[in-house]
């Protein structure tokens, strides 16, 4: 029986910054080339790997082959990418390549789980997300899909298949050295506390943000423990003010649903807690933990869409925009989806477009680069 959670599971962001971080933010949309990296990394530092843990934000197609219906793996997905649908939950590129390249690691991050996925693809990097999961194990149990837990299993196995591959020196150089993303939560917000009946009767707000911090914060000593030493961790983004969000929670006027923002700022500031109370525990040479504030940023892209180029920021671009993700938003939408997903802040109920992405993701790596150093 499909839950009607798992269809909202898709979204995962997958969390005030002043006028010059706007300015910034407006810099990055008309001058960044993006065929290239545009980081300057600090004097003999290289990264040699990215790798990446999370939701439909940074799944690159893990769930391609999972029984279950948060997936992406057909058109309109990828109607704009190389290739064409590969599982990403986005029209093109999503965040984790976007990483990459700004890295100057390399264009796309696969997905661990693909058939294809190469040695040269497990050294560089990969990505273990899983569309509909979060930090809250509930949430992926709900939607069928692999839990943070579970995605820490498969490192574990990239790990022993790099080193029976490279050897053991080389494989911990690439895992000290690496970048970490971890992006995920929005699926406990707006799926496990609002929709089921599970966690809302029991916790409030703040306790509830408690509850899943304390799984954040077990899931980043787990990583630690397996010599991640820079990891940056993705806040929540204003979830209530995603199409699909404001279609179920935001009345006739389809406003933001604020409980659900409501939450998510709650659970961004115990994230930003758990990472400060951290930095004080993982004590080893090189470590750097960066919480990455994505909240007022994609805001900023909602509330002023023209300011960045865009003409629509309350519905998405696949079907009628209104509420269509993952499995329904197939190939019986495109009759109705825009032409031009560049115009729109989300592609589709859930998932910011990729001209969304390329514009939030450099700036904010760039406004935290000497942390990860």
Not at 13 to 29: H, N, W
Not at 90 to 119: M, R
Not at 133 to 156: C, H, R, W
């Amino acid at each position: 029986m499909m839950f009607l959670s798992q269809f909202q599971a898709l979204f995962p962001f997958p969390s005030c910054f002043s006028r010059t971080f706007v300015f910034l933010v407006f810099v990055v949309l008309y001058c960044h080339d993006d065929s290239e990296a545009v980081l300057v990394l600090p004097k003999n530092e290289t990264i040699p790997a990215v790798f990446v843990f999370g939701d439909s934000i940074v799944d690159p197609g893990n769930n391609n082959n999972l029984p279950t219906i948060a997936k992406g793996n057909f058109l309109p997905y990828g109607r704009d990418f190389k290739g064409g649908p590969s599982g990403r939950f986005s029209n093109g590129k999503v965040p984790s390549d976007l990483i990459a390249e700004e890295f100057g690691v390399k264009d796309l991050v696969p997905a661990y789980l693909d058939p294809k996925v190469t040695l040269k693809d497990l050294l560089t990097g990969v990505s273990f997300a899983s569309g509909a999961a979060g930090y809250d194990p509930l949430t992926a149990k709900t939607a069928n899909v692999i839990s943070m837990s579970g995605q820490l299993e498969l490192f574990k196995e990239c790990i022993k298949k790099i080193e029976a591959a490279v050897g053991e020196e080389r494989t911990a150089t690439i895992v000290s050295k690496a970048i970490y993303i971890v992006c995920t939560g929005s699926n406990d917000v707006s799926n496990t506390y609002f929709l089921t009946p599970f966690r809302r009767p029991h916790y409030d707000i703040n306790a509830y943000s408690d509850f899943v911090a304390g799984y954040a914060s077990q899931f980043l000593q787990d990583l630690y423990g397996l010599g991640a030493r820079r990891i940056g961790l993705l806040g929540l983004p204003p979830i209530g003010c995603v199409p699909s969000q404001r279609t179920l929670g935001g009345g006739k006027n389809r406003d933001c649903y604020e409980a659900e923002n409501q939450l998510a700022s709650a659970y961004n500031a115990k994230l930003s807690g758990v990472i400060d109370n951290l930095k004080t525990v993982f004590t080893l040479p090189g470590t750097k933990l960066i919480f990455l504030d994505i909240y007022y940023p994609l805001l900023s892209l909602i509330e002023n869409p023209g300011k960045y180029g865009f003409e629509v920021a309350t519905v998405g671009c696949c079907g009628t925009g209104l509420i269509e993700a993952s499995v329904f938003c197939n190939p019986a939408s495109i009759p109705l989806s825009c032409k031009d997903a560049s115009k729109y802040v989300f592609w589709d109920g859930y998932h910011p477009s990729e001209k969304a992405y390329k514009i939030l993701t450099p700036s904010i790596i760039n406004m935290h680069l000497k942390e990860f150093f």
